[in-house]
């Protein structure tokens, strides 16, 4: 997962008042599609003490909407290919796809979807949404950054950048493998640039 998002930038619109957010005209709700190039979402788990292993998801798909007026009304939704695995090791990551973690023959796919918006500053908030995993639905909360809001000055197209950081347990989800030497506590990173959906 070094790539859950949060789903979860949407939240980001609480920086409604916030510098970060260049001059625009736009108004009302903006659709942003996730740049997959530059998103990436990471997690970490310890690993029988000695370290914190690193592990990524490198092929998802989604979008969220914004609304810097109203932020409360703002959501996101992600689906991650839970085959897309990356350990940085061939086998690794086959012991991570089979049944004892992903399983991802039974479940190719996981789901986040907002529930809620909760801003908490100038340009942080709180979003909550239901994470689905192994085919069980959990509640999570991504803590949200919002970093910038303007036109790429490369490819000239209007882009948001948001950073979100997640906790969960594995075993609330029922992959229990490991236990207690490969840690419960997953610990998320999500790093996120959104391209604006321009009305044609």
Partial sequence: MKKLILTIMA???????????????????????FDTVHTQIIFFVDHVGFSKSEGEFTDFGGHYILDRKNPENSSVEVTIDTASIDMDDEKWDAHMKNEDFFNVEKFPEMTFKSTGVNVTGD??????????????????????????????????????????TANLKRSEFGMNYGLPAIGDDVEIRIEVEGIRKEEQ
């Fill in 123 to 164: 340009n942080t908030a709180e979003i909550t949404g239901d994470l689905t995993l192994l085919g069980v639905t959990k509640p999570v909360t991504l803590n949200v950054t919002h970093n910038k809001s303007d036109k790429h000055p490369f490819s000239g197209k209007f882009v948001s950048g948001f950073s979100a």
């Fill in 11 to 33: 939240i980001l619109c609480g920086a409604t008042a916030s510098p970060a957010f260049a001059e625009d005209t736009k108004t009302g709700p903006e659709h942003y599609e």
